[in-house]
């Protein structure tokens, strides 16, 4: 923790507040956990939604052998950043066709297909374009365990094909001349710490792939399980264990993949904030300190237009406060209510957070925000300047700011 914190430090003094800072040894420490405890049966597919800096893309192009993407401004980011188009898979409700005609043009691994007419849209793309789509057929399943903090499926949903629909709408899919089902992709949850949910959801995972791929005659290539690995944001959350969901859940795999359709299969974990997201912290400095009506009050120099999540405005379980500290540490606690310097009075960080007290130019460090961060938030709301953003490896810092355009700087 001291040398976390002299890193936050020091990163605050080289680049200013508010910034955030994302820390490469933890996320390749989340890399090496994630891979001894499921990579027996997963390959990793990073998320690029929950964070797509181009400098943090760079980095895991290099260690993360998929990558999903959800618009096609994320897949031009994705290959810029070093994946191949190969790598790529496309999911997301509402692609525009423009979006589907350059994905199947740059040669995206896998169009995951959402329902019946996005699929009819795909087809007649890659027939004009001469090709044959590989596509993965998004699924909602029926049920969601209790206990993510978003729930993709198991009530009416814009995601993915749901599967009491399946019977009529995959016979023609599977018709469809340009387009090649290689598998099936199910992302049904998000931001769960209960074990035990996330097991069941596996389960539920694979009697659907059992139920679909032998109904429809399909021999899937690559199997996608959204992995709805939450993190700790507030203090009292307790982290997974990945060990004890690899106990749980690991002879369940083991015999699903004995079964002869999924023999080959490549099964995919999707996941975005259980890699980087507690990796990243945002750093604001207090700009005023002001004592009102009994309620002290530290108005800080970026808010909820640089980290909405952690204001609480981020729907799920997601709310105040987030795990902070006072960079730097400092004696005794006192209750402070921390804002940002937005024009509104739902910009706040903290609600009577205890910290030692803060003066004037003081930094505080918000945790778990590596994901859903500057690409989650209203960077543009009043124009206050966009946060720094800094990689750390090792000792090195680089600047990986990214350009929000004119008012931002
Ligand atoms: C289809 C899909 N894949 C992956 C993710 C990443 O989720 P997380 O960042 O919680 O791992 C999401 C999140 O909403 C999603 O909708």
């Not at 990163?11 to 891979?35: H, K, N």
């Not at 099936?184 to 209960?194: A, D, E, P, W």
């Not at 405005?313 to 209510?337: L, Q, S, T």
């Not at 460090?365 to 960077?379: F, I, K, M």
Request: aromatic share 8%; net charge negative; proline share 7%.
């Amino acid at each position: 923790m001291a040398d976390l914190d002299a890193r936050l430090a020091e990163a605050a003094a080289t680049f200013g507040t508010p910034s955030y800072v994302y820390m490469t040894d933890a996320i390749e420490a989340r890399l090496d956990e994630i891979r001894q405890t499921l990579g027996p049966w997963f390959s990793l597919s990073y998320a690029m939604k929950c964070n797509p800096n181009p400098g943090l893309l760079k980095w895991l192009a290099e260690r993360v052998e998929l990558v999903d993407v959800s618009s096609i401004g994320e897949l031009r980011l994705g290959t810029e950043a070093g994946w191949t188009p190969a790598q790529a898979s496309f999911t997301g409700p509402g692609k525009r066709n423009f979006e589907i005609a350059e994905a199947i043009a740059t040669g995206v691994g896998e169009l995951v297909v959402e329902n019946l007419q996005e699929a009819e849209t795909a087809n007649r793309m890659a027939g004009e374009a001469g090709k044959i789509q590989h596509v993965l057929l998004r699924l909602s399943p029926i049920s969601v365990p209790k206990g993510f903090g978003d729930h993709m499926a198991g009530r009416p949903s814009p995601f993915g094909i749901d599967i009491e629909d399946a019977p009529e709408i995959l016979p023609q899919i599977l018709a469809l001349p340009h387009l090649q089902i290689v598998g099936l992709h199910i992302y049904s949850g998000t931001q769960c710490l209960k074990p035990d949910a996330i097991c069941e959801n596996y389960r539920n995972f694979m009697g659907v792939f059992r139920d679909i791929c032998a109904a429809h005659d399909i021999t899937p290539q690559k199997l996608v399980f959204g992995s709805g690995l939450g993190i700790p944001y507030h203090p009292g959350d307790t982290p997974l264990d990945l060990a004890e969901i690899a106990a749980n859940v690991g002879p369940d795999l083991d015999a699903f993949r004995q079964e002869p359709p999924f023999k080959d299969t490549q099964l995919i974990l999707e996941l975005g904030r259980y890699l980087v997201g507690e990796a990243g912290y945002f750093l604001t400095s207090v700009v005023t300190i002001k004592d009102s009506r009994g309620q002290r009050i530290g108005i800080c120099d970026g808010g909820m237009n640089n980290h909405l999540p952690a204001s609480g405005h981020f729907g799920m379980v997601i709310h105040r406060n987030y795990k902070m500290h006072r960079v730097g540490g400092g004696d005794g606690e006192e209750k402070i209510n921390l804002v940002g310097p937005l024009c509104t009075s739902i910009d706040r960080l903290a609600n009577g957070v205890a910290l030692p007290p803060l003066d004037v130019g003081d930094v505080v460090a918000v945790h778990s925000s590596g994901a859903y961060g500057p690409t989650a938030s209203p960077v543009y709301f009043i124009s206050h300047p966009a946060p720094c953003e800094i990689l750390v490896e090792s000792d090195a810092m680089t600047d990986i700011s990214r350009d929000f355009g004119p008012g931002t700087r």
